[in-house]
T-cell receptor, first 112, second 111 residues
Framework: NAGVTQTPKFQVLKTGQSMTLQCAQD?????MYWYRQDPGMGLRLIYY???????DKGEVPNGYNVSRLNKREFSLRLESAAPSQTSVYFC???????????FGSGTQLSVL | SQQGEEDPQALSIQEGENATMNCSYK?????LQWYRQNSGRGLVHLIL?????REKHSGRLRVTLDTSKKSSSLLITASRAADTASYFC???????????FGTGTRLQVFP
């Protein structure tokens, strides 16, 4: 049982480049989340998906797009990366309200 | 701005002392959770308290929730050096699945 799998673990981009962060869970969870964590800060919600086919903005959605491809997968896309998007990105999932979040291991992204 | 604001931002104590950190939030919630994060690593779930609960215990952890004040506290009793970490509260706004984290408290426990 792999839990939540995020790829890649590390990525360096140049300003203006695009990339997609992949996330998959094998726990049949309904809700999935993308967070970013800047150094010394808490996690900020970028987007979330309460169920397959739905996505909603979080606290800091600008500059990002998401896709809930199916119940297992929730991807995060940076169309034109900016240095301000340098951060650690965490994907997480939850079965239903009132349960704990399961986290992926994180993606360390640097935008030069 | 973040849903949860925690204080203090940083806390330093000696082993054996108790550590208390507080979380305040802005909107009505379904549940409140506490997580721990060791430096540069993933988050570990500690405890969840529902909006209709007032207090919950798990080992050396005690969590209280005051929905009238929109606040929660996490007490770690008899702290150990291994408790050194950042602690975050997370809330899901009432009747939604939107899960927001607080700003966190950095706890340092000296041997």
């Amino acid at each position: 049982n792999a839990g939540v799998t995020q790829t890649p673990k590390f990525q360096v981009l140049k300003t203006g480049q695009s990339m997609t962060l992949q996330c998959a869970q094998d726990m049949n969870h309904n809700s999935m989340y993308w967070y970013r964590q800047d150094p010394g800060m808490g996690l900020r919600l970028i987007y979330y998906s309460a169920s397959e086919g739905t996505t909603d903005k979080g606290e800091v959605p600008n500059g990002y797009n998401v896709s809930r491809l199916n119940k297992r997968e929730f991807s995060l896309r940076l169309e034109s990366a900016a240095p301000s998007q340098t951060s650690v990105y965490f994907c997480a999932s939850i079965g239903t309200r009132g349960e704990k979040l399961f986290f992926g291991s994180g993606t360390q992204l640097s935008v030069l | 701005s973040q849903q949860g604001e925690e204080d203090p931002q940083a806390l330093s104590i000696q082993e054996g002392e108790n550590a208390t950190m507080n979380c305040s939030y802005k909107t009505s919630i379904n549940n409140l959770q506490w997580y721990r994060q060791n430096s540069g690593r993933g988050l570990v779930h500690l405890i969840l308290i529902r909006s209709n609960e007032r207090e919950k215990h798990s080992g050396r952890l005690r969590v209280t929730l005051d929905t009238s004040k929109k606040s929660s506290s996490l007490l770690i009793t008899a702290s150990r050096a291994a408790d050194t970490a950042s602690y975050f509260c997370a809330t899901d706004a009432w009747n939604t699945d939107k899960l927001i984290f607080g700003t966190g408290t950095r706890l340092q426990v000296f041997p």
